[in-house]
T-cell receptor
């Protein structure tokens, strides 16, 4: 079965600094990969997804992620963060195309 | 375009009781998925409904059941509630299989 490991539970960063949230997956076959964001007391919002094709995926709010098959990684990046990016970020993988397996999440805290 | 709406937003139940959570899909979406998110954890897939039929299920016992109606709205029913069922329950809808729009969830507390 496929699974996801988010390597950092918390990532503190200063406003306007770059950030990378790490995600590794395990699967012996091709998978689809996703990043979601969850603001306090809200549901999940899809940031971006990798289904096939170009390994560099651009999403909303200035985020992007790179699929690396050899390293089984799908790290999320943003060149300059804002206070409003403070939230919980979840990496997810699916083999079936419908049942998402989520990581435990990374809490991004942006401070002035 | 209306998003995914869930009701109620909060709920407190006693161990052993039954609960029904409701979800209205985003306009145009015909697939509904339900997830359970325990505190401090990522969401876990419960099941998915497509055209009123369950077409996928995660590792949850049969006391978790669901329905999807002709208008694509959905219900999640949990019988014989246990303390560990306390969680945020998220509904997601999509046109294809993978959840694309999530509701804000129902926070269930079992005491």
């Amino acid at each position: 079965a496929q699974s996801v490991t988010q390597l950092d539970s918390q990532v503190p960063v200063f406003e306007e600094a770059p950030v990378e949230l790490r995600c590794n997956y395990s699967s012996s076959v091709s998978v689809y990969l996703f990043w979601y964001v969850q603001y306090p007391n809200q549901g999940l919002q899809l940031l971006l997804k990798y289904l096939s094709g170009s390994t560099l995926v651009k999403g909303i709010n200035g985020f992007e992620a790179e699929f690396n098959k050899s390293q089984t990684s799908f790290h999320l990046r943003k060149p300059s963060v804002h206070i409003s990016d403070t939230a919980e970020y979840f990496c997810a993988v699916t083999l079936s195309g419908y049942a998402l397996n989520f990581g435990k999440g990374t809490s991004l805290l942006v401070t002035p | 375009e209306t998003g995914v709406t869930q009701s109620p937003t909060h709920l407190i139940k006693t161990r052993g009781q039954q609960v029904t959570l409701r979800c209205s899909s985003q306009s145009g979406h015909n697939t509904v998925s339900w997830y359970q998110q325990a505190l401090g954890q990522g969401p876990q897939f419960i099941f998915q409904y497509y055209r009123e039929e369950e077409n996928g299920r995660g590792n949850f016992p049969p006391r978790f059941s669901g329905l999807q109606f002709p208008n694509y709205s959905s219900e999640l029913n949990v019988n014989a509630l246990e303390l560990d069922d306390s969680a945020l329950y998220l509904c997601a809808s999509s046109l294809t299989g993978t959840a694309s729009a999530f509701g804000s969830g129902t926070r269930l507390t079992v005491v």
